[in-house]
């Protein structure tokens, strides 16, 4: 199992536990878990409504590449830490990860 924490837009934690293999982004388990994100483009890395901080295990992430690069820099309240959860795959450089919820709310 694959273990991480999502933290949402009212400050509540909850670790969620993923078995390996899974194939899935992280965008897919936030809404697979009903967490509130728009996820508009489907994953393209085309409108930021999945949009994480990364408050710890940043390190072990890959590198982000030159599309999510270029969607983080439209955001204003993007940062250094700042993620699409669209581009993180669910594998185990998302274990003892904790991500906070920054993105569009969904409807």
């Known amino acids: 199992m694959i273990r991480f924490t999502i933290e949402d837009r009212n400050g509540e934690r909850q670790q969620l536990e993923i078995p390996e293999g899974i194939n899935l982004s992280l965008m897919e388990v936030l809404k697979a878990s009903e967490y509130n994100i728009l996820a508009t483009c489907g994953g393209m890395a ?62």
Not at 59 to 72: G, N, T, V, W, Y
Not at 74 to 81: C, E, K, Q, V
Request: charged content about 30%; hydrophobic content about 40%.
């Open 46 to 107: 085309l409108c930021a409504t999945c949009h994480v901080q990364v408050l710890e295990g940043a390190d072990a992430l890959p590198a982000a590449r030159d599309a999510e690069l270029d969607m983080l820099d439209t955001l204003p309240d993007a940062s250094f830490d700042s993620r699409l959860a669209c581009q993180l795959r669910v594998d185990e450089t998302l274990e003892g990860g904790v991500f906070r919820i920054r993105g569009d709310e969904g409807v």
